[in-house]
């Protein structure tokens, strides 16, 4: 490398990637990592940012909420995530009634572009609508490379698609290299329980979870793994709750099948008796599981030992008043409209996997940069740009501060929810300053230094396989 200065370096923290920690400091020109090196063997810089103490993790990045008009908007999601250390978001997104998937990729891109801090990705929610899929391949080549479908929700309009539907939408998916994602629960059974449990009067909170057993995860998981094998489609399962779907899973990977999954903090840190407390504040999809059950250890485990390849937040804020009717019938309101699912989980998402995963649980740091950058970046085709600090990447970098101590508030947070599960909880660890493409967005201080329209519209690549196994 020639003498001539760096725009900024980041010295005297400890880098951590998915594989390593090391004593390095990093330079970043033009908004890539440039070298890392001991700060003695590095050029001139026209900044320093000193993090003597801190720890320095690839942007971190959450690969599963939602984004529109039912939920936080643009603008708010992107600085809600900002504020707690993330770099890059990748959430859910909708097309509109009569809407094509490039329209819609078009519409939105231009909407996040205006309001986003961060930059961002999509993954397209497709619903039964058979015409939908003629603009998967343009949608590709517009830059989306992941589409979920549903196996469940068969009270929520054309939400939940069928075997022939989800054999079409994965053997295009597949010829195109991209991933499909499922949300695996065995929609018939769950409607089958829930009208059982309303014409018995069933219908308190507590009442819940019993409508949505972990078998039906289960299954809904074996079938679309099989359908997955069939069409040689990549398979990701979102938000996995269950010790029975995880040992589907990890058949399959042992099989040498590309089938990927994460879970969520809710999975690792709830349970069902968040019911009693939180009432129809705590119902979301799949449910909580049982406090004595081996489903929260199980999902430890499997990340542990890297089966379970990511962790995300699932962010799915509703107005509290959608949310309330259901203290009286936790299925639909007093109109039969359904009680929505749903619970905030973006602004807690990294600051609970470092306090319960690393500090608590003793699992190394690398853990966490495996979870929450490189496999993210990987599989949704953001690798080698996002989720690693090597020269060439984006200089996006999230600066954790180990010692910080503080109290999850909801006050503190940007989301319409207007709570949290976690109120309260002391935690240990918070970002200090983070990089989006070598510039501060999160400062020491709390704020962020840029604006709405920062952020930059990612376009995805094919799918990289996840790093799994366990870390030392």
């Known amino acids: 490398m020639s003498a001539r200065a760096v725009d900024l370096i980041v010295k005297g923290g400890r880098v951590v990637t998915a594989s390593d920690v090391v ?22 810089a026209d900044r320093v940012i000193d993090a003597t103490g801190k720890l320095v993790f690839p942007g971190l ?4 909420l ?25 959430p859910f997104v909708n097309y509109t009634a009569g809407e094509t998937l490039p329209q819609a990729t078009r519409r939105l891109r231009e909407e996040a572009e205006a309001n986003s801090v961060l930059d961002f990705g999509f993954h397209f929610i497709l619903e039964h609508e058979p015409a939908i ?3 998967i391949p343009e949608a590709v080549r517009l830059g989306v490379r992941s589409f979920k479908m549903f196996m469940t929700y068969k009270k929520r309009g054309k939400r939940m698609v069928s075997d022939e539907f989800l054999c079409k939408a994965m053997e295009r998916i597949a010829a195109l290299d991209s991933v499909c994602q499922i949300h695996a629960e065995n929609g018939d059974i769950l409607c089958y329980l829930e009208d059982k449990a309303i014409a018995e009067g069933r219908t308190k909170p507590t009442d819940f979870p019993a409508t949505c057993p972990d078998w039906a995860e289960e299954e809904a998981i074996n079938r679309a793994i099989l359908i997955g094998r069939l069409t040689s489609c990549p398979v990701y399962i979102v938000h ?23 879970t969520c903090p809710q999975y690792l840190l709830l349970s069902d008796e968040e019911m009693a407390r939180l009432g129809p504040f705590a119902k979301i999809g799949p449910p909580l599981r049982p406090a004595h059950g081996r489903d929260r250890e199980a999902m430890w485990a499997g990340s542990a030992a890297g089966a379970i390849h990511t962790i995300a937040s699932d962010h799915a804020p509703r107005l ?4 309330e009717p259901g203290a009286t019938n ?49 599989i949704f085709g953001l690798f080698p740009r996002k989720g690693t600090i090597r020269v060439g990447a984006d200089a996006d970098l999230t600066i954790w501060d180990p010692g910080a101590e503080w109290t999850i508030r909801q006050r503190d947070h940007l989301s319409m929810a207007g709570y949290t599960p976690y109120e309260g909880w002391t935690v240990r660890g918070r970002a200090w300053t983070t990089l989006v493409r070598g510039q501060v967005v999160l400062n020491p201080a709390g704020e962020l230094e840029q604006k709405p329209g920062f952020g930059n519209y990612l376009d995805e690549s094919p799918p990289v396989p996840p790093l799994a196994g366990r870390l030392a």
């Open 320 to 323: 509290p008043k959608f949310k």
């Open 330 to 378: 936790i299925f639909v309101d007093a109109q039969g409209v359904p009680i929505p699912f749903g619970a905030p989980s973006l602004e807690t998402l990294a600051p609970l996997v470092w306090n319960e995963g690393v500090v608590k649980r003793g699992l190394p740091p690398t853990w966490m940069a495996r979870a929450l950058s490189e496999n993210p970046a990987r």
């Open 240 to 262: 996995l709750s269950t010790r029975l779907g995880l040992e589907r899973i990890q058949r399959a990977q042992a099989e040498g099948q590309r089938v990927w999954t994460e």
């Open 133 to 135: 899929l003629e603009g």
């Open 66 to 90: 939602h984004v529109g008009p039912d939920y936080d908007d643009w603008k708010v999601s992107a600085q809600a995530a900002a504020r707690t250390g993330l770099t890059t978001i990748v």
């Open 61 to 64: 990045i959450d690969c599963h």
């Open 23 to 44: 004593d390095a400091s990093v330079a970043i020109k033009s908004g890539r990592i440039v070298a890392l090196a001991p700060v003695e063997f590095l050029p001139p």
